[in-house]
């Protein structure tokens, strides 16, 4: 089960960091993606956390966003910075455990419910 937090609104430029709380399986086996999605667009993946603790981020946030997991609480973190309006969407967490592209949403079967981040001034 996984479960998405800290959504919410911050001018460009802003910071945000989001959580996703995930029970019911060992964090360090599995593949955690955040993906967003914009309104009328579909999932991308933006932040990819490997078990073997590599870290591979989209163009469009490379640089800027940073994916982390803390094992013994069993979260997985992403730290915004410099945000841009086209930020803005629905941000999932999505975790499984064997995982050859990362980026494609049907690769996952764990979900969570997402959180919306709104980026506007």
């Known amino acids: 089960q996984l479960m998405e937090s800290g959504g919410g609104m911050v001018q460009p430029g802003g910071s945000l960091t989001l959580s996703c709380a995930t029970s019911?399986?060992?964090?360090?086996?599995?593949?955690v993606t955040w993906f967003r999605q914009a309104p009328g667009k579909g999932r991308e993946g933006v932040a990819t956390l490997r078990p073997s603790g590599n870290t591979y981020y989209g163009h469009s946030v490379e640089g800027r966003f940073t994916i982390s997991a803390d094992g013994a609480k069993g979260t997985v973190s992403q730290e915004m910075r410099s945000l841009k309006p086209e930020d803005t969407g629905v941000y999932y967490c999505a975790a499984e455990q064997i995982v050859r592209y990362q980026w494609r949403p049907g690769s996952y079967t764990n979900w969570g419910q997402g959180t919306q981040v709104t980026v506007s001034s």
């Open positions: 019911g399986f060992t964090l360090e086996l599995y593949t």
